[in-house]
């Protein structure tokens, strides 16, 4: 079930700014790829474009061509709404709908999709959402209480139990543990171990030994200077991209000798 | 160590000058309030006692008060549900239309004229109404008796479409605006994170609309709900010139030549040419109009607190 990705020359725009410049990367099916690099540097941005939320932004627009298991994302035939339930996102800031219950928020793109569900066959998806994600034993006496009600931590796993709960063929995570502490970061690790069988999986994170321990390939990207668009450097198997590095940015990225 | 000590008594109540004079204002701001809408319902009140005690034959109208203010509560109800019937969907629907749908200069310029309409005084309404809606709805009142005469509501048409529907008409027309403009406001203030976490999960820019800005925005919706419900229910001269009946009649018929006339326009009506006791009894009828825009708006609020913690307003 899992896609491909694969970018080509992909250059992208907020108006007439263009942030992130000439990428090119394949991304297997049922890998796990980890963007790393600088704040400001276009991993967001890269990121939201491969499942169309970019154009979501006023003025923001790509050029370039992303085929997704050899199908053109950006084609005049792909339907934006299919494209995003095919392709999962957890954002760099939690965003749970406040208005809805734990329970509603991790059934809310089930109920997109609008398949008609039995009550147990609900309640089955949603532990089983909340346990991967790590957060069932800390919310199963409260699902019918708002989802802002959690902690800023909990929230978040309420945004990854949301997204994995319609199945998603590629899940795209931005940051995803940036606001975890150790234990839950090993869950949410864990998880995407587990989801990598089944699904391809894109991590954007600031964190070396994260990015070192969970995934197969690694892109690094970089700023080369203020106001400039930011490039994919390098990318290439996590192993020989932290033990060996080609570019030399690169290597002080890794190494923590940056800026 | 000296420096664990616990604060002195006095410190935890140490009030900053800003904090004083900001609360004081409030305080007051808030007493104000209260004082005012309370001489409101005492003078009300005193004033209208002898209007609903006074006997029949020392009123104008000749009735005793609750046959006399009954079928001005009952045409006061009947116009402002249909006006909000019709203006409170409308309004949603051209302010999410105004606020996420539309290109921005064209949402810009439809925002402006609303704002525009919402000044509009509302004499120009009922000259509106009189002159060009109630002429037009003629034919149509027709063809409802014709068709739809089955129904109560349709009973035999009016010949000069001036009925309590084209006044009910009117009104949501003279809401509209208001209501929009609010709306379109609130919608506006929608987190941008919640709108993109519902289109993430593949919601249609309608679904968006359901999942992330009618929650975000249910409170508001009331509130705007309720300032055009205030506006319907207490609008004398489009009413009055409308329909330009006195009491009027309790009947189901909303497009009949005889028709139920509002309390604020029964007022607006008779103030000029009412004297003694039949004063005090339209200063009354003002009292239950004051009585049932209280009620509603206690019901519409505790509607949105029932759900408060839900609000996302936390
Ligand atoms: N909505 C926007 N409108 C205009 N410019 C934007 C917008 N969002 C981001 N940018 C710009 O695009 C560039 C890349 O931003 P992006 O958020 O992708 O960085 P990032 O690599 O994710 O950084 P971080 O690690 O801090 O999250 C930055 O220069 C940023 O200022
Ligand atoms: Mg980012």
């Avoid at chain 1, 030994?209 to 390939?217: F, G, I, L, N």
């Avoid at chain 2, 825009?293 to 609000?311: G, Y």
Wanted: hydrophobic share 45%.
């Amino acid at each position: 079930m899992a896609k491909s990705i694969d970018v080509s020359d992909l250059n992208i725009f907020y108006g007439d700014f263009l942030a992130v410049e000439d990428v090119t990367i394949p991304i297997a099916a049922k890998s796990v790829t980890a963007f790393i690099g600088p704040s400001g540097c276009g991993k967001s941005t890269f990121l939201r474009s491969l499942n169309r939320m970019h154009e979501v932004i006023r003025g923001a627009r790509v050029e370039g061509k992303v085929l997704i298991d050899g199908q053109d994302l950006y084609g005049a035939d792909m339907d934006p709404v299919n494209v995003r339930r095919m392709i999962g996102m957890v954002f760099q800031r939690p965003n749970p709908f406040p208005t809805m219950s734990i329970y509603d928020n991790v059934l809310a793109g089930q109920k997109l999709n609008s398949k008609r569900m039995k009550k147990t066959e609900a309640d089955d998806i949603v532990e089983r959402s909340l346990r991967s994600a790590g957060l069932w034993a800390e919310v199963k006496e409260r699902l019918d209480r708002p989802g802002s009600g959690l902690s800023g931590g909990q929230q978040q796993r309420l945004c990854i139990a949301r997204a994995i709960s319609v199945e998603p063929e590629i899940l795209l995570m931005d940051e995803p543990c940036s606001a975890l502490d150790p234990i839950s970061t090993s869950v949410i690790e864990d998880l995407i171990h587990e989801l990598k069988s089944q699904y391809t999986i894109v991590i954007v994170t600031h964190n070396m030994q994260q990015a070192a321990r969970v995934s197969d390939e690694t892109a690094f990207f970089n700023l080369s200077g203020v106001g400039k668009p930011g490039r994919l450097i390098e990318h290439g198997r996590t192993e020989a991209i932290f033990s060996n590095p080609t570019d030399p940015a690169t290597e002080a990225y890794i190494q923590g000798r940056f800026g | 160590m000296t420096s664990t000590q616990a604060p002195a008594p006095g410190r935890a109540s140490v009030r900053r000058p800003g904090d004083r004079i900001f609360s004081g204002l409030s305080l007051s701001a808030g007493v104000l309030i209260l004082v005012i809408l309370a001489g409101v319902a005492i003078f009300l009140t005193v004033q209208g006692i002898p209007g609903i005690t006074a006997h029949p034959d020392e009123v104008k109208s000749g009735k005793s008060f609750l046959p006399y203010v009954w079928p001005l509560v009952y045409g006061t109800l009947i116009a402002a549900t249909i006006a909000m019937v019709i203006a409170v969907p409308v309004a949603i629907g051209v302010a999410l239309f105004i606020s996420h749908y539309a290109p921005r200069k064209l949402g810009q310029s439809l925002g402006y004229l609303i704002d525009l309409l919402a000044a509009v005084p509302s004499v120009v309404y009922g000259l509106w109404g009189i002159g060009f809606l109630a002429p037009h709805m003629v034919p149509f009142y027709a063809w409802l008796d014709e068709h739809l005469g089955f129904l109560p509501f349709f009973g035999p048409a009016s010949a000069t479409g001036r009925t309590i529907l084209t006044a009910s008409i009117v009104l949501a027309v003279m809401i509209l605006p208001i209501m929009t403009a609010i709306c379109r406001e609130i919608f506006l203030q929608t987190p941008r994170l919640h709108e993109e976490a519902a289109l993430a999960l593949g919601a249609t820019r309608w679904e968006m609309a359901r999942l992330a800005i009618f929650p975000y925005a249910r409170s508001g919706i009331v509130s705007a709900a309720m300032l055009g419900l205030g506006r319907a229910l207490g609008e004398t001269l489009a009413v009055a010139m409308v329909l330009s009946v006195g009491v009027g009649t309790v009947t189901a018929n909303l497009i009949g030549s005889d028709n139920p006339s509002t309390i604020a326009a029964n007022i607006a009506l008779g103030f000029a040419e009412a004297t003694g006791k039949s004063v005090n009894a339209l200063i009354a009828s003002g009292l239950v109009l004051f009585v049932i825009t209280f009620l509603v708006n206690f019901a519409a609020r505790s509607i949105v607190d029932r759900r408060k913690e839900f609000s996302g307003a936390n």
